[in-house]
């Protein structure tokens, strides 16, 4: 497989993180934490973390994206980014889950556990025969301990620290992706906090013929 270019961004919760991995293997990377702003400022990070390494848009092979879960306006913005970009760069975006991107370069068998908030947490297995990942109260998550090795922001004192952050393993993971690969897509296991609008929809009248 040829070395890549990959620039990895992630918005998934209260940041704005990137990544960019060259040729060689060294890895750059941007994060700033925000609660909110990251659809105006995810671009410029972006070009300012090329501009570090010298490179314009034109240079890169990949566009790689945390698709979540998290928050449900942030993994929107990332996910409608990198498919802008992908389409008019004319290269592959690749979506990798925060809880891939958690897992990676870490021991098997493994289990991530992220906060959820609402007293729930993101799980999923790793090095298992159904790594499928689950939305589970935080009464439930005793339940998964079982596997040799944890990690994640809701597992514990015993979590491993994660080998790498989220945007730079999320940039790794694509650079090994067999292609061709779907379009990235938002990575849901709970529906979103919006509310619908109180307001009443205005009453459409129907055409009047003089």
């Not at 993180?17 to 400022?41: I, Y």
């Not at 010298?54 to 092979?61: F, M, N, S």
């Not at 393993?169 to 690969?181: H, M, N, S, V």
Request: aromatic share 4%; proline share 11%; hydrophobic share 50%.
């Amino acid at each position: 497989m040829r070395p890549e270019t990959v620039l990895a961004f992630d918005t998934s919760a209260a940041h704005c993180a990137a990544a960019l991995l060259l040729p060689d293997g060294t890895l750059l990377s941007r994060f700033e934490p925000m609660d909110k702003g990251q659809a105006e400022r995810l671009l410029p990070l972006l070009e300012a973390l090329l501009a570090d390494a010298g490179l314009v848009w034109a240079d890169l092979t990949r566009l790689a994206v945390g698709t979540g879960p998290g928050n449900f306006t942030g993994v929107r913005i990332a996910v409608a980014a990198a498919r802008g970009l992908a389409l008019g760069l004319g290269i592959p975006a690749i979506g990798v889950t925060r809880l891939e991107a958690l897992a990676h370069g870490l021991p098997r068998p493994l289990t991530v556990i992220e906060d959820a908030r609402r007293d729930e947490a993101y799980v999923q297995e790793f090095g298992t025969e159904t790594p499928t990942a689950r939305l589970l109260s935080q009464a439930e998550v005793p339940q998964v301990l079982a596997t040799r090795f944890i990690t994640g922001s809701a597992a514990g004192p015993d979590a491993l620290p994660s080998a790498q952050p989220l945007a730079e393993a999320i940039a790794l993971i694509a650079a090994t992706r067999a292609l061709p690969q779907a379009r990235p897509a938002p990575f849901y296991l709970r529906g979103a906090d919006a509310a619908p609008p109180a307001d009443p929809p205005p009453v459409i009248l129907p055409d009047r013929v003089p």
